[in-house]
């Protein structure tokens, strides 16, 4: 079943430019009642929250309610992970409300050379053992779906799978280069299946409701709060308490990565790896992934009202360059993969360069063009991009490409 509808959605998919529609991109430093934007006190107080608002309204879903972290408890702490180079540490966080009960484990490796070092935060796709062939790494109990080659069986994590995605993470590079890493599963905080009795959702519903409003949120802002909870805890922590935190994803993670450094502004940056439709890549250009297939393939990604725009993307109030400019003036990096055509590199660079109207705004420096850059030839702006040689991926450039951007933007002494 599944399978068909993403064979049908295909059949809609333009891959070629030629046949990228003429359109118009709203402009993010202009009110929705017309007027400029002429102040930054004015971006920070109104224009961004406008912005928010149509976000939660045509793509994502606003969240009905808030849920605060419950408790927190150290399940493990070891000095001398990594050889000895690194702090190990894992948490569990719990969220309660009425009968809902719900547990997400925090794996996190800080490196002892820096005191409160800047952190990069993730979640990740199949459970925080696959980040890492660490035995000391601890198996969740979350729903996780099938995976012969992971080892996935019956829905649940297994041994099987340790260090399985580690090739994604780059765990030495980042803690060698004085950051920390940090990581969720994505399903500890909402299963990835279209399934809104499970995960956070129950939480925020009404007497007697049992899927989100239309404009309500799907899977992915429940992964972009699962992020900004994670960071709660990080504020908590004494190694931690300082950190600037950039939230990193890739592919569907990417989306809430910058879903959730949009809305909260704590995060000091946002990392977007290959993220595409409903991430970095503008819709409007209805090239690779467009709203029709993401919404038949991932029903509960979006909020309902998405749904609206399949096939008429030129209809949305808004496109995905006003998510890069509600990182402004926080740094942001978009990075694409050549392959990766599905995500619509050139897309998604637009969108970056469309967003620097703001970061310019603040007097900092973002992207030009109208064509895409070379392959491997990365621009460490304050609105970093690169499109990297081979397919959908973390790789180990992206990662030194991450680490030396960082470096730079966040002012590390
Ligand atoms: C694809 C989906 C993309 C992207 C990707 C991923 O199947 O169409 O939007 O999110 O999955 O998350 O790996």
Redo the contacts with the bound molecule.
């Keep these: 079943m599944a399978l068909n509808l993403f064979i049908r959605a295909q059949k809609h998919i333009n891959y070629h430019e030629d046949k990228v529609p003429q359109f118009e991109l709203p402009d993010p430093l202009v009110m929705q009642d017309g007027t400029p934007v002429s102040s930054m006190e004015q971006w920070t107080r109104h224009r961004r929250g406008e912005i928010i608002d149509l976000f939660e309204e045509h793509v994502y879903g606003a969240r009905p309610g808030e849920i605060a972290l419950s408790s927190y408890q150290v399940m493990e702490e070891d000095q001398k992970a990594l050889g000895g180079k690194a702090l190990r540490k894992q948490i569990k966080l719990v969220f309660k409300k009425g009968d809902h009960y719900l547990e997400a484990l925090v794996l996190m490796y800080l490196p002892h050379q820096v005191d409160h070092a800047p952190l990069f935060l993730g979640l990740n796709f199949f459970g925080n053992h696959t980040v890492i062939d660490d035995p000391q790494v601890m198996l969740t109990s979350s729903w996780m779906r099938n995976n012969f080659n992971m080892g996935i069986k019956e829905h649940k994590a297994t041994d099987d799978s340790r260090g399985q995605l580690s090739h994604r993470w780059a765990i030495d590079r980042i803690i060698d280069s004085g950051f920390g890493v940090v990581t969720m599963y994505c399903g500890d905080i909402d299963p990835d299946r279209d399934d809104f009795n499970d995960g956070i959702h129950p939480f925020l519903y009404r007497e007697g409701q049992t899927h989100p409003q239309p404009n309500e949120w799907g899977t992915l802002a429940a992964w972009s709060w699962g992020l900004s909870r994670a960071l709660d805890y990080l504020k908590e922590d004494p190694h931690t308490s300082d950190s600037k935190v950039i939230a990193m994803g890739h592919?569907?993670l990417g989306?809430s990565a910058l879903w959730a450094g949009a809305q909260d502004t704590r995060f000091h940056g946002v990392i977007s790896n290959d993220s595409?439709?409903?991430g970095a890549a503008l819709s409007k250009r209805k090239f690779g992934?467009n709203a029709k297939a993401?919404n038949a393939?991932f029903p509960h990604w979006f909020c309902d009202n998405f749904k609206n725009y399949n096939g008429k993307e030129e209809e949305l109030p808004l496109d995905q360059h006003m998510l890069m400019a509600l990182i402004a003036p926080r740094p942001l990096y978009i990075a694409s993969a050549e392959k990766d055509i599905?995500a619509d590199p050139k897309g998604e660079f637009l969108s970056g360069v469309h967003a620097t109207v703001v970061y310019k705004f603040f007097g900092m420096e973002g992207l030009s063009g109208s064509e895409l850059p070379p392959v491997d030839q990365p621009i460490h702006h304050r609105v970093g991009y690169h499109i990297r040689s081979g397919k959908?991926e973390v790789t180990d450039y992206d990662w030194e490409q991450y680490i030396l951007w960082a470096q730079k933007v966040l002012d590390l002494e």
């Design positions: 592919s569907r989306k595409g439709c409903g992934e993401i393939n599905w959908h």
